[in-house]
């Protein structure tokens, strides 16, 4: 693959772990607040 493929999946990777991990925290929040 190409170096600018290869950053791009890293890139899309790293985004989508980010935005697992505030809509879990986030969700976590709301539920504790609930509770």
């Known amino acids: 693959m190409?170096?600018?493929t290869v950053k791009l999946?890293?890139?899309f990777v790293i985004?989508?772990?980010v935005?697992?991990?505030l809509v879990g925290l986030l969700t976590y929040v709301v539920v504790?607040?609930?509770s």
Do not use: F, L
């Open 9 to 11: 999946v890293c890139g």
């Open 19 to 21: 935005a697992t991990t």
């Open 15 to 17: 985004m989508a772990v």
């Open 32 to 34: 504790s607040h609930i």
């Open 2 to 4: 190409e170096i600018q």
